[in-house]
């Protein structure tokens, strides 16, 4: 494999300066660079941009298809890259749970009762438990996935439940906006959801935050995220 120094110095830029902003952002919030955890997304980019990145000290990796998932989870072991970790970040189709059930260290896109029971029946099958977020659709867009909040907070027990995954926090997208300091209220209540299912089932651990992109992060660190899933301000645009 033949690494192309000028986007392996591009890479470790744009990586530098996203850093840089999420730091801030956190001591804009009361807390340290090291509380949010910068997942690299991937998708789209070819496995050398990947070990581009790790030379600039990333480690988390997020990929929003199973397919393309493992196909980088298979280059990533011919190629010794022992420290990854993979983040699954888009939506699993019901019929597809089990290839869902790997070498993952988060899933943050369970959006159904139904994906979820099913994730817990075939990871239980491999005898695993699977480390989950639930994604949760705050806008209420239609073209959105995930549970509405009041779907969650009826439902949250049944999650919690299942012995084949393990729920540790909340994801969610939100729409995108010209002005990303539109999309503040999205981001204020899925954390005020978190308090809410912290009340109502203290028995679950409801920690993790997962959200904020390239276009909106910053904003959701000062909103509290502990997980931001950043792809094109690191790798740069997927259709151009
Ligand atoms: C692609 C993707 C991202 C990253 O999007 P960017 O705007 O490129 O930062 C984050 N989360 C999910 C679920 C994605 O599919």
Do not use: C
């Not at 943050?108 to 438990?129: F, M, P, Q, T, Y």
């Not at 949250?156 to 990303?180: H, K, N, Q, R, S």
């Amino acid at each position: 494999m033949i690494q192309d120094r000028v986007r392996t110095a591009e890479i470790a830029a744009n990586l530098a300066d996203v850093r840089t902003r999420i730091g801030a952002a956190a001591e804009r919030s009361g807390r340290r660079p090291d509380d949010v955890l910068l997942v690299a997304v991937s998708k789209t980019h070819p496995i050398e941009d990947i070990v581009a990145a790790m030379a600039a000290g990333q480690r988390d990796f997020g990929e929003n298809r199973l397919e393309e998932l493992w196909t980088k989870v298979e280059q990533a072991r011919s190629l010794h890259l022992d420290a990854i970790r993979w983040h699954m970040i888009g939506n699993i189709q019901s019929r597809k749970t089990r290839d869902a059930v790997g070498p993952f260290v988060l899933i943050h896109s369970i959006d159904r009762a139904k994906i979820a029971a099913r994730l817990s029946r075939d990871a239980e099958a491999a005898g695993n438990v699977m480390k989950v977020l639930v994604e949760v659709n705050v806008s209420g867009e239609a073209s959105k996935h995930g549970f509405t909040p009041d779907e969650l907070l009826a439902q949250a027990g049944e999650l919690l439940a299942l012995p084949g995954i393990d729920v540790a926090g909340l994801m969610t997208m939100a729409p995108f906006e010209a002005e990303p300091e539109a999309t503040r209220p999205v981001f204020r209540a899925l954390r005020s959801l978190r308090e809410r299912l912290a009340d109502a089932y203290p028995a679950g651990d409801w920690n993790e935050l997962s959200m904020g992109m390239t276009n909106d992060f910053e904003v959701a660190i000062e909103e509290g995220a502990t997980i931001v899933r950043i792809g094109s301000a690191i790798f740069g645009s997927r259709n151009g």
